[in-house]
């Protein structure tokens, strides 16, 4: 989903004023605007009456609408994280790792293969929520990838895929609200180190998510985003990209760098950039730009958030850079996923997911 925040979240304005704790409250009352997409007024009222506790002042704000069983259409403004969904009442089999003989596993037995999907999930849509993450979990099953680079996961999401995904090692940016997550396959991939680095002028919570990992004895630097949306954001947007950009060049020679994540980026916003460095690829274009897997946000096909209007855009995005001794991983193919509907009538996500597969040359 690529969300338009109204507001400005104001109460931002006066937080070099007061003492600690009146800090303390306007930057909840920020988040909550930012999450509910509702003003500063509605967000200090719902928060004082709930003894400034951000789940439960999100869940007195969102759940009178579900009780009235009538979810309103989604605003241009990001919706709820709506904490009180419940997608974990299901059966308790693992069906990520219990899959055998599908064609991600039977690549990866000799190791000579590496593969990983990005997608954002769209979990603040919390229309058919536990049937499109169940779509979302039967992608992963059925190519069983080594890693899963996920964007706008909300709590009961990631209560979700702890459980049906237990083969895997979760790793998320935040939380709370919604954010990103990096899932490495714990027969595979072996975890190191993980870091956080923030956006400081974001106003949506994003920031950009590392995890340090080796699969196979090569070094790997893993990085996720959901970079800032919308047009009106394009500045803020690009500044993020540059410091992802200056973090994958800060990253080890002896690394693989992979990037993966929901850029919102336009092609010439990467331009005014100054483009990509000669040592980093956008993947899609190092592959000789497949018209197959160009759009990942495509109105036309994907009717999930009702838009007559036909947009399409590559707002998913993957950048590689190469390590410089040691084993080498050399991006194969892209595919993507998630271009079926599921019973409901709808798509398991806005976005497309996307497959990529490497070479691992020992």
């Not at 919102?264 to 990509?276: A, F, I, M, P, S």
């Amino acid at each position: 989903m690529d969300p338009t925040l109204s507001g400005e979240t104001a109460p931002e304005a006066g937080l070099d004023d007061g003492d600690p704790a009146a800090k303390q409250q306007l930057l909840l009352c920020a988040e909550f605007s930012t999450v509910a997409s509702c003003d500063a007024a509605v967000a200090r009222r719902h928060l004082a009456e709930n003894a400034w506790e951000m789940e439960r002042a999100l869940n007195a704000y969102f759940e009178p609408q579900a009780e009235e069983g009538a979810v309103p259409r989604r605003p241009e403004t990001p919706p709820a994280p709506a904490p009180c969904v419940d997608l974990t009442n299901e059966e308790t089999t693992d069906p990520i790792s219990s899959e055998r003989g599908t064609p991600g596993n039977l690549q990866q037995e000799d190791g000579s293969v590496f593969s990983f999907i990005t997608w954002n999930v769209d979990g603040l849509d919390i229309n058919n929520l536990r049937e499109r993450a169940g779509g979302v979990c039967s992608s992963l099953a059925l190519y069983s990838p080594d890693v899963i680079f996920l964007q706008e996961v909300i709590p009961p999401y990631h209560s979700f895929l702890k459980k049906r995904a237990s083969s895997y090692e979760i790793f998320t940016g935040h939380n709370e609200g919604y954010f990103t997550a990096i899932m490495l396959k714990k027969s595979r991939v072996k975890f190191k180190s993980k870091e956080i680095i923030p956006f400081p002028n974001t106003k949506m919570m994003r920031n950009l998510l590392c995890v340090h990992a080796s699969v196979s004895g090569n070094e790997l630097c893993l990085m996720t985003s959901h970079l800032e949306s919308t047009r009106e954001h394009a500045e803020e947007r690009m500044n993020q990209f540059k410091v992802v950009l200056k973090k994958m060049q800060e990253a080890p020679e002896s690394a693989t760098v992979i990037f993966a994540g929901d850029t919102n980026l336009r092609d010439q916003e990467v331009t005014k950039c100054g483009g990509l460095p000669s040592n980093i690829s956008d993947v899609w274009e190092f592959l000789g730009k497949p018209k197959h897997c160009q759009y990942t946000w495509d109105t036309q096909m994907n009717s999930n958030l009702g838009i007559r209007a036909t947009r399409k855009h590559r707002f998913d995005r993957i950048f590689f850079r190469a390590a410089t001794q040691g084993g080498h991983i050399i991006p194969q193919s892209l595919d993507l996923l998630g271009l079926e509907k599921l019973d409901c009538g709808r798509f398991p996500s806005d976005h497309w997911g996307l497959l990529c597969t490497l070479d691992v040359i020992l």
